[in-house]
Structure formats: C-alpha cells, structure tokens
C-alpha cells in the first residue's frame, strides 16, 4: 500500500515548503523515527527527479459542480482554467507511476493559482491497445490568492487519468471548502480539473 509514502512525501514537501528542519540534538525516539521517515521521502523524491522522465502539463478546464452553486455563482466563475507546468515521472518495478511537479494555472476567480506536489497512480493496461487507465493520489502544496494570505497549504487529492506511457488525459477533483472572507466564511463549491501530461525522454 502506497498511502504511508504519499503522506511522508506530503510532509516532506510541506516541511520543505515551510523551511523547518529537523532538530538533530537530544532528540527522542519519536523524533529519530519521524527524520528516519522524512529522509526516506526526501531520497523517494531526489530518484524521481534524477531517474524520472521529463513531462509537460497544460491545464485547460475546470468544471464547477452546478449542484453546489448557485446560477449566479457559475456565470461568474472562471472555466477555462488556463495554465501549464512541469515535472517528473518514473515507473517503478510495480508497472505504476509516481511524479514529481509544478505548475500554475488561473483559478476560479482567474487569479494565479500555484502548486507543487508528489503523485502516485496505480495503472491499468487496457488489453493489448498500449493503452491504459491509471488512479490515485496527488500530496500538494497550493498557493491561492483567496486562503492564508497565499500562505502555501497542503492537500492531498484524488487523481486519475486515461492514455498512454507518453500523453494522458487526467483530472483531480476538488471537494467543497469554506474560506476565510473578511469577517465570515465563503462557501465554494467542488470541481473537478482537466488536464493534459505528456512525457518524454
């Protein structure tokens, strides 16, 4: 089960992210476990950026869930949720994929959203057409305009995609959140993201 390296690879990016860093002196148990699990995410990230294939992201299309806005809400938003980025994949010796990237797109209210993160994807060969369907997780940090001040924040969301080795078509989907607005809260609906990766060596 891959969930274990997907968090410590979260927390490793977040740490990173946050410039902390591990305080090596009269350290406890705990602590030594906890930097024993943090390293290992760090040498899991550094084989993917020295071993992985090059890859491309364009971003495209945002769908908002009509059913959690309002009509008012969907004219105003943005769908076309232009943007790109960069990354790294590698296959591992378990036929799925893990990736390394970064990227940035204009969000719902068409400000500069940015992020960067680790993905793994469980993939599946259709038959013999050299295609395949692949499912998973994306550990993000996300920079928007609207949460923390642009304060990076992490997330961990769900991810799929359909193509082959080099091209897929992938989408992640992004639940119902309430952000700080002036005194109150504001209430966002969910969305799913479209996007195309193409890889290359």
Known sequence: MKLPKILSCSCTLFLLGMNFSVNCSAETKSATEERTILE???AEIVNIARQ??????FTGYAYHDRGTYTDSQIKALNDKAWGGG???VLRDAS?????IYAMVFRDSSRHLQWSAGYA?????????????VGAGLTAALISRHDVFNRAPFPALLPL????SQNVKLMATYVPPVSVSKGKGKKSKGDLAL??????FD
């Open 40 to 42: 290992q995410a760090q």
């Open 52 to 57: 992985g294939r090059w890859d491309i992201t």
């Open 86 to 88: 960069i990354g790294k």
């Open 95 to 99: 036929g799925n994929d893990e990736s």
């Open 120 to 132: 793994y994807q469980w993939m599946f060969p259709i038959a013999s057409t050299g295609l395949e």
């Open 160 to 163: 799929v995609s359909i193509g």
């Open 194 to 199: 479209v996007f195309v990766k193409f890889a």
